[in-house]
């Protein structure tokens, strides 16, 4: 890869310009960060770190200056997240008291092209953060599916190229798929799950999994693993097997929408019991698991990208109120780091116009 062992070594100056850049977005201490850019060997020489993982999701999808490296494709949108206090049955964390709390969120699309055509099988995402009035920040990163493909960072940066597209067929080269597959049972066991899920029309329908575990701590320092989704209150419609006319034709539809009615879901907690995988995201818990409705999350307003809002947040999985805590997956602190790494190359990158124009759209109403 393009990175030497100059770059990927730790170095003082290379950890603090780290550090320095993820302070700046907001509700995280710099110390932890350290902790969590080291966890499993990362920034360690040879091994597998942020950067040659960034560089890979270039190799895959181009490099396009000031976008994501990953979930390129988006659209900004704001609410507000309505809290019934269920939540505090299992975690201290204020965001689960009874109350109102401002929310910023981003609608996504998988994959580094950030002006890929919409497809009803490519993954959607839907990142969140939530402003507390005690000063943390409690932000999450979900998408469509209910497991995740990898439960290793190294299984993930394996089928990121694996599952490259070929230009003159436009799919994955079978063999390599093949090849990895057969390396990975637990991604063709993932794959099988998610094939096993019904598609939506749309965002607005969709259900957003958060796909890690975490461990929440009650007021009483009781601990338990926790998965959490949001589900949405609009009724499902099956995604056409035909889909609309336009490029666009997903967040076109979801800024018409937003435009007539706030959209709603309902924050689900699940709480996990002894021998459910907490590091492991690839395998899903027992459906009859006892889960909490922790509140509505109301999405009333949606925005083209630009400076000031969703386009500049690190939807960073580790930046997580008093109460909630990382579990043992592996693929969290590597999260995060990638996360920081894909923040710090767009930020200093000129930016270009978002495909998804929220005024374009209205206006050809």
């Keep these: ?51 040659r993982f960034t560089d890979r999701f270039e190799q895959v999808f181009g490099k396009h200056d000031g976008f994501r490296r990953n979930h390129a494709k988006g659209l900004s949108a704001s609410g507000y997240f309505t809290s ?18 401002p929310v910023e969120g981003r609608f996504s699309l998988s994959g580094g092209v950030p002006d890929v055509a919409d497809a009803n099988a490519t993954v959607r995402g839907l990142g969140l953060l939530f402003t ?9 990163a979900m998408v ?19 599952s490259k597209t070929d ?18 049972p637990e991604t063709a066991a993932a794959m099988e ?15 957003f999994h958060g796909l890690n575990a975490f461990r929440f701590t009650d007021s009483a320092g009781a601990i338990r693993p926790v998965r959490w989704m949001v589900v949405p209150e ?10 609309p006319p336009g490029r666009d034709y997903l967040f076109d539809a979801l800024i018409r929408t937003v435009a007539n009615t706030p959209l709603h879901w309902r924050l689900i907690l699940t709480i996990g019991q002894p021998g459910d995988p907490t590091n492991d995201a690839t395998a899903p818990w027992p459906p009859h698991r006892h889960s909490i409705d922790a509140g509505r999350v109301t999405i ?14 690190n939807f960073d999985p580790l930046i997580l109120p008093d109460g909630i805590a990382r579990s043992d997956d592996p693929l969290l602190s590597a999260r995060s780091a990638v996360y920081a790494r894909s923040f710090l190359r767009r930020s200093s990158e000129p930016k270009q116009p978002s495909e998804v124009n929220v005024e374009r759209v209205l206006d050809e109403r």
């Design 1 to 51: 890869m393009s990175d030497d062992s100059k770059r990927n070594a730790p170095s003082a100056l290379g950890r603090r310009s780290v550090l320095i850049g993820l302070a700046a977005l907001g509700g995280i201490a710099a110390v932890d960060v350290g902790g969590f850019l080291y966890a499993g060997g990362w920034l360690t020489p040879g091994r597998l770190t942020p950067p």
């Design 84 to 101: 019934n206090g269920a939540g505090a049955e299992i975690s201290k964390a204020v965001v689960f008291r009874p109350g109102q709390f």
């Design 132 to 140: 507390l009035p005690n000063g943390e920040q409690w932000r999450t």
């Design 144 to 162: 469509n599916i209910p497991v995740f493909l990898d439960n290793t960072p190294e299984g993930f940066f394996e089928r990121i190229l694996a």
């Design 167 to 184: 230009p003159d067929t436009g799919r994955p080269d079978p063999e390599k798929m093949a090849a990895f597959l057969a390396r990975h």
């Design 193 to 207: 799950i998610i094939g096993q899920q019904p598609r939506s029309s749309g965002f607005d329908n969709s259900t």
């Design 234 to 243: 609009q009724p499902f419609v099956p995604a056409d097997p035909v889909p």
């Design 300 to 313: 009333d307003s949606v925005q083209t990208e630009e400076q000031g809002n969703a386009r500049d947040i």
